[in-house]
């Protein structure tokens, strides 16, 4: 403008100063935001308090009074360890299924770019009906068609006497800790599962270094068998496996799990790991053509085009939207509220329906899915840093 | 120059601020930004809960919740849409029920007509934020009175229109014969009710383990029972006759479930509205009294015309009759609740009074089949017992 020394040296008006007005703006864009949650917050805290309802969260230390499938705690346990055992529940809707809907977004997403025109059509097939599909839908018909269908606990199926299947819970074997020295055992195999994962990275570095094969799954998994074992013998067989059996409403032993768990599990994995298919095929699609040319002329086997050449380069463009979907993946179980799967959204409403206050608890559930989506973006952004191609 | 570029951006500011909020308000108020319309976010918990028909009202507004039901010309009532007998929608698409019919009657007090009523069904969550936040002006949707719900909940319970308690539902098939039958039973409830406390209450005072599932509304819960996902169904008893009655012929009928004889709680379901407004409350309780009042004095649907001529000097206040005094004045007796002389009336002509709203929704010939029991007059031996109209 007309700051340049060249010009006349006539003073600029403060209201036609660039540098003045910027800053002005800057200022009054801020001062409507502050005005806007002033106002928000005003409303709020005005109305609760002409209807009388309380703004503290005294209420955190009283008696929760719901009730919850498999709790560890009585109806009577404070607000406290509800939410906690909420934010417990959604985590193990979250813990099995980002790496399940990983692993079929990107089969599904490399079987739509296969040659084989049946897995690319059913692929496609697959991620139209799904990524076209409202998520609670899906979670209905998981509900309605997988899950309520299944033998009653009357007349529970028991594939191979190992299995307990009826629509209230799916069982399976598992560990069960019957010596003094379970908890010494679980260390120990901690400590295995560490040594064994330095031993495969060594081992990858020296075949870096020279060249020898490093057959580090071999030595990583077979020092872990041999540790868990020697480890299980010494301290007198301290774990054992318990199968699970029905007794009359209940099924005994093994690890077991609600049919509304299995049903939300399903239905988010499946229709969240067609937004990953997605993403996955366009990360492969970016890829240079040359690429996978280059890796032709190698020799490289198919399988081996895709898992050293192709993937490696698609994954690092698609790690930034897939966060986004596991992103979404989280908050959807908030769906399970549909068919009564207790996780955090649900005990939550069901201690606003006890009589405690909407407001602080719908706070504390925004806080609870923001500590989960920022655990998760910090994550997969480490990972993301790490993989992430050294710019020269 | 600048400043006054501030005051007049800072102005603008506040105006946009103020428009928002009175966006939601009543449009007779003036977007002064003082009276704001909403609880703010905090208090919808979620965006199914946000789905207003008509202007919001809170009784702090001016004039109360009465000038704006007026305003408006019908009351807008949070019912239920999935209990047969109580709040239900029909084949036609309409509402009906036995906490509809006092929603009608509401309307017919106000208006005199049984049409002037917006419905606004509501899941047992969304009830009380419905309430708080002036979406509805009063719920009848068969809620049960505690005093968290009239401490904390800001919400005034008014005169119990069904005194109800908690049950329990099984399959006849199933053997069981009592709550103690029931170790490590599954049981299917609905929840953000008080059912649910109850069920823990009851199950963990007699160390009975059991595994509670619970469901957001009645149809996915049906759909779960009916798959066996659950041994027992506890609800208030009157809500299981209900789904009893209704039971597809297809997973057994009627006949395949039992509801055992243990009542485990006390559940008085009555109308409830927002705290804050005294006059409002006072109409919605006498609206069911009328009714009460209205079987007691014996005074129907089909007769109540027939009173034109009574002596009767309380029957004559309550129908909002002239009234003669020993001097040859006559007057109207005007309680001065708000409402038009003669509404009591209109209530009873339009609607029916208690007993028949009862019988035509719950009674015996309907498919429920309930007895009075303890809605029966307090003449009766029941507990309805409506002040005197004076």
Known sequence: ?392 | MQRRLIALLAVLAMVMAACTTAAEDTPTTGGDGDTPATSGDGTTPDDGTTDTTGPAVLPQDEGGVLAAVQDRGAVNCGVNDAVPGFGFSTAEGEFAGFDIDFCKALAVALFGDVEAVNYQPLTAQQRFTALQSGEIDVLIRNTTWTATRDGSEGATFLHTTFYDGQGMMVTADSGIESIEDMENASVCVLSGTTTELNLATRFDSAGIPYTPQTFEDNETLQSAFAAGQCDGWTSDKSQLAGVRSNYPDSQGGPESLVILEETFSKEPLGPAVSDGDSQWAQIVDWVVIATILGEELGIDSTNVDSFADTEDAEIRRFLGLEITDEEGNTSIFDPGLGLEPGWAGDVIREVGNYGEIFDRNLGPDTPLGLDRGLNALWTDGGLLYGPPYR
């Open chain 1, 1 to 392: 403008m007309t700051t340049e020394p060249a010009t006349t040296p006539a003073r600029v008006p403060l209201w036609r100063d660039t540098r003045i007005l910027r800053a002005f703006i800057q200022i009054v864009g801020l001062g409507v935001v502050a005005l806007i949650v002033y106002v928000l917050w005003f409303n709020l805290t005005n109305n609760l308090r002409r209807q009388g309802i309380s703004t503290s969260f005294d209420f955190l230390r009283r008696p929760g009074g719901v009730n919850v499938a498999d709790a560890p705690i009585s109806a009577g346990a404070p607000v406290t360890r509800f939410i906690w055992l909420g934010i417990k529940n959604t985590f193990a809707l979250a813990l099995p299924g980002i790496p399940l809907l990983t692993l079929i977004g990107i089969l599904v997403g490399v079987g739509r770019l296969s040659t084989n025109w049946v897995v690319a059509k059913l692929s496609a097939l697959y991620v139209e009906v799904l990524r076209n599909t409202p998520p609670l839908l899906v979670i209905f018909v998981a509900f309605y068609v997988l899950i309520l269908p299944l033998p009653t606990v009357a007349d529970p199926a028991t594939p191979l006497n190992l299995f307990v299947i009826t629509n209230r819970r799916l069982s399976v074997p598992w560990f069960e800790s019957v010596g003094a020295n379970a908890s010494t055992l679980w260390w120990v195999v901690l400590g295995a599962a560490v040594v064994a994962y330095l031993i495969a990275r060594w081992r990858t570095r020296v075949n870096e270094r020279t060249g020898e094969p490093h057959h580090r799954v071999l030595w990583s998994i077979g020092f872990f068998a041999v540790v868990t074992v020697a480890a299980w013998l010494i301290l007198g067989r301290p774990v054992g496996i318990s199968v699970p059996k029905p007794a009359g409403r209940i099924v005994e032993g093994g690890l077991s799990g609600l049919g509304a768990y299995f049903a939300v599990l399903i239905a988010l994995v499946l229709y969240t790991a067609s937004h990953v298919a997605e993403i996955v095929r366009g990360s492969i699609l970016a890829v240079p053509r040359g690429q996978s040319e280059a890796a032709n002329a190698l020799a490289l086997s198919g399988f081996q085009r895709l898992r050293f050449v192709v993937l490696p380069q698609a994954m690092r463009i698609a790690i930034p939207p897939i966060i986004n979907q596991y992103l979404n993946y989280v908050k959807n179980t908030s769906l399970a509220i549909a068919i009564g799967f207790s996780e955090v959204t649900l005990i939550v409403f069901q201690l606003i329906g006890n009589g405690y206050p909407a407001p602080q608890l719908v706070l504390l559930l925004m806080g609870a899915y923001l500590i989960f989506s920022l655990t998760i973006s910090i994550l997969i952004n480490l990972i993301n840093r790490r993989l992430q191609l050294v710019g020269r």
